[in-house]
């Protein structure tokens, strides 16, 4: 759902392909959508300055990443 309007998942079949090909590709798209974490975070309230505080650790682990790999 995105600014309330649902979207619906469309895998075109070929001709002779593979059912378990096309559910494959069902699933890598449907974890693309994010709709399993988005409902796994909202199942708990977390506050604004935890979720802020993660953010932060997040971005400093990514560039201390990048400084390691530069230098």
Same mark, same amino acid.
């Given at each position: 759902m995105r600014g309330g309007v649902q979207i619906m998942l469309i895998i075109p079949i070929?001709?002779?392909?593979?059912?378990? &090909?096309a559910l494959k590709r069902y699933k890598r798209k449907f974890d693309k959508t994010g709709t399993v974490? #988005?409902? &796994?975070?909202?199942?708990?309230?977390?506050?604004?300055?935890?979720?802020?505080?993660?953010?932060? #650790?997040?971005?400093?682990?990514?560039q201390n990443l990048r400084d390691n790999i530069e230098g």
């Open positions: 070929k001709d002779g392909e593979n059912i378990d &090909r974490r #988005q409902l &796994r975070a909202r199942q708990a309230f977390t506050k604004p300055s935890v979720v802020r505080r993660a953010q932060v #650790q997040k971005a400093a682990y990514i």
